[in-house]
């Protein structure tokens, strides 16, 4: 088992080293991009071209090593700071040093609409606290239309207990048999 890993799932640091450890011992379809989504990406960037899966394997393998050059001299750069999280800045100064500055423009384009999405999404998720409603009066307000729900429901049933059990007797029978207007008033007892 070690040695189908040792070659394809040993991960390498961006100077080509290799880095034995956790990551090391996992299979290599846990490190990398789910096949779907790059099948996906591929489909809509290339509608009308066949792409081998020998092309899909290789283009998934380079996006994943990608991910791993920038991900470790973003670490590198966070940690000569003497921070502790990665920032969006981090991985910015990475592509440049790296030589993938022509990618920085794009990356900030995502970055602020992932920005805004993440912001649309905190806005939505507190219009109950923007009501300008104090969440005691809601749980009052709430409390208030359950009672009035019970009562509707209550007040229907003895409207149906009394008026309700004679008036099925009254209509004539559809079915010709009468079995089911008996066991109406069977279930009708019940109450």
């Known amino acids: 088992m070690e040695s189908e890993f040792s070659s394809s799932g040993s991960k390498r640091d961006r100077d080509g080293n290799s880095k034995d450890g956790p990551l090391g011992e996992q299979p290599d379809d846990e490190l990398t991009i789910p096949r779907a989504a790059m099948n996906k990406m591929i489909k809509e960037l290339l509608p009308n071209i066949r792409v081998a899966n020998e092309a899909r394997e290789l283009v998934l393998n380079c996006c994943s090593e990608f991910i791993h050059l920038i991900s470790s001299e973003s ?22 040093k790296l030589g993938y500055g022509d990618f920085r423009k794009d990356a900030e384009e995502v970055m602020t609409e992932c920005k805004e999405t993440a912001a649309k999404r905190r806005r939505q998720s507190n219009k109950l606290e923007n009501l300008g409603i104090p969440e005691e009066e809601l ?12 009562e509707a429901a209550a007040l229907q049933e003895m409207q149906q207990e009394h008026c309700g059990g004679g008036g099925h007797e009254a209509q004539p029978e559809g079915d010709g048999g009468g079995h089911a207007q008996d066991s109406v008033s069977e279930e009708e007892s019940e109450y």
């Not at 670490?75 to 440049?96: F, G, R, Y």
């Not at 749980?139 to 019970?150: I, M, T, V």
């Open 75 to 96: 670490n590198d750069i966070c940690n000569n700071q003497q921070k502790k999280t990665i920032s969006a800045e981090h991985v910015l100064l990475a592509l440049d």
């Open 139 to 150: 749980l009052r307000q709430q409390q208030e239309l359950f009672a009035k729900a019970r």
